[in-house]
C-alpha cells in the first residue's frame, strides 16, 4: 500500500507545484519520492540528533546526517531543474502553477526581496512536499487498516456513499456535507492513527510567561497533541475505535470531533488542513464505492504497530482490493 499512497498524493503535490502529474511507472518521480520517504523516516522526531545536535560531528553516518543531506541536496536539484525550466517557458497570461505564480511575484518585487527570492521558492515548494506527502498517505493507509478490522464500519461507510451518491458517478466535494458517518470514520482515524503525536516542534522567540513558569527565549518547545488524542476525559475508552463518539442521535456531528487537533491549532496550524481533508474525502470515498477492502488472508491482518519518523505511521502491509459488482 506503501507506493501506491505516496506516488498518488505526491503527484496532486505535482500538479500544484510544478503543474503536472508523472506516471507512476517515471523513474526520476519514484526515485524523488522514495527520497522523501526516507528522509521523512530517517528524521525521527525521537532521534539522537534532535536532543544532541553534536552528534553530527561525529566520524562516520551512525545518525545518517550524511544520507539526510545528500538525500536533501538531490531533492533541492530536481526542484531547481523544475523552476530553470519553468523560467524558460513562462507565460505572464497563462499561470500554470505555484512556481509560475511565485515567479511573477518575483519579477514585480525584484529577486532582492528575500520573500521572493529563489531560496525562498526552492523551500515553499519543499515544504509543501515534505508536509503534504506522507502525512496523508499514511493517514489513507491508518484508514485502510481500520476499515480492515472492522468491516461492519466498512459497510456501512459503503452505505453511506451508496445512499448520497449512488454508484453511477464518482462521489465529489459537494458531498461531504451529506456524509456525518465518513466525518465520524475519519476523525475517529485522526484520533487513533494520531500521526503527529509531538506535532512539529516551535521556538520561544522570547521569554514566555506560563503558570507562573518562564519558558527562556530560544527553548523547543514539542506540543504533545498526543495527550489530547487519547485522554479518556474527551473520549471514554480511548483505546477503542468507535466513529460513533462523534454522532448524537439524531445521526449528525456532535460537536467532539473538534477535540481531535490532528492540524494543531493556533497561527501555525497545518497550513494544508483543507487539502488534506479533501483528498482522503475523495481518495477514501471512492476506494470504497468501488472495491471491498480485505486482508492478505484472514490468518495475516495488518498489525496496528507503529513506527515513528517524522510522522507516525503503519508498519507495511499488503491487502486485497476486491472490485465491487
Ligand atoms: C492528514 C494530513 C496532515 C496532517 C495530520 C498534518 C498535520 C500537521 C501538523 C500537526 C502541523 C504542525 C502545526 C504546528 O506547527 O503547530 C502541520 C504543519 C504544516 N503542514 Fe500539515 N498535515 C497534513 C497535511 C498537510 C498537507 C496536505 C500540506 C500541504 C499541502 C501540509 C502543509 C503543512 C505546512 C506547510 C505546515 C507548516 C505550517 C507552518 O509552520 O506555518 N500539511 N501539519
Redesign the pocket.
Known amino acids: 500500500m506503501k507506493e501506491m499512497t505516496v506516488l498518488a498524493i505526491s503527484n496532486i503535490?505535482c500538479s500544484i507545484t510544478f503543474g503536472n502529474r508523472f506516471e507512476y511507472t517515471d523513474a526520476k518521480f519514484k526515485r524523488l519520492t522514495s527520497l522523501f520517504a526516507e528522509n521523512f523516516r530517517l528524521n525521527s522526531v525521537g532521534g539522537a540528533v534532535r536532543s544532541f545536535p553534536w552528534v553530527r560531528y561525529l566520524p562516520g553516518d551512525m545518525f545518517n546526517i550524511k544520507k539526510l543531506t545528500q538525500n536533501f541536496t538531490d531533492i533541492k536539484d530536481f526542484v531547481a531543474e523544475q523552476i530553470d525550466e519553468h523560467r524558460n517557458t513562462i507565460e505572464e497570461d497563462c499561470q500554470r502553477d505555484f512556481i509560475d505564480a511565485f515567479l511573477i511575484q518575483q519579477q514585480k518585487h525584484g529577486e532582492d526581496d528575500p520573500i521572493f527570492d529563489d531560496m525562498n521558492l526552492t523551500a515553499s515548494v519543499l515544504?509543501?512536499f515534505v508536509?503534504?506527502t506522507d502525512?496523508?498517505a499514511t493517514?489513507i493507509r491508518w484508514a485502510i487498516i481500520y476499515l480492515i478490522h472492522n468491516k461492519p464500519i466498512q459497510d456501512k461507510l459503503r452505505q453511506e456513499i451508496e445512499t448520497v451518491v449512488g454508484s453511477s458517478r464518482v462521489p465529489s466535494i459537494s458531498d461531504k456535507s451529506s456524509m456525518p458517518y465518513y466525518e465520524a470514520f475519519i476523525t475517529e482515524v485522526?484520533r487513533m492513527g494520531n500521526?503527529?503525536p509531538l506535532?512539529?516542534p516551535?521556538g520561544a522567540n522570547k521569554d514566555i510567561r506560563f503558570r507562573g513558569m518562564v519558558i527562556p527565549k530560544g527553548s523547543t518547545l514539542i506540543?504533545n497533541?498526543d495527550s489530547v488524542m487519547t485522554d479518556p476525559e474527551l473520549f471514554e475508552n480511548p483505546d477503542k475505535f468507535q466513529p460513533e463518539r462523534f454522532l448524537g442521535e439524531d445521526g449528525k456531528l456532535n460537536g467532539k470531533e473538534r477535540d481531535v487537533m490532528?492540524?494543531?491549532l493556533?497561527r501555525?496550524?497545518?497550513?494544508?488542513?483543507s487539502?488534506?481533508r479533501m483528498?482522503?474525502f475523495l481518495f477514501l470515498t471512492s476506494l470504497l464505492q468501488r472495491f471491498e477492502l480485505l486482508p492478505e488472508s484472514t490468518d495475516n491482518l495488518p498489525s496496528f504497530d507503529a513506527t515513528l519518523g517524522l510522522a507516525r505511521a503503519s508498519k507495511d502491509y499488503s491487502c486485497r482490493a476486491v472490485k465491487l459488482k
Open positions: 503535490i515544504n509543501l508536509a503534504g502525512t496523508t493517514v485522526f500521526i503527529a506535532s512539529v516551535h506540543p497533541l490532528a492540524f494543531s493556533g501555525r496550524v497545518c497550513l494544508g488542513e487539502l488534506a483528498e482522503l
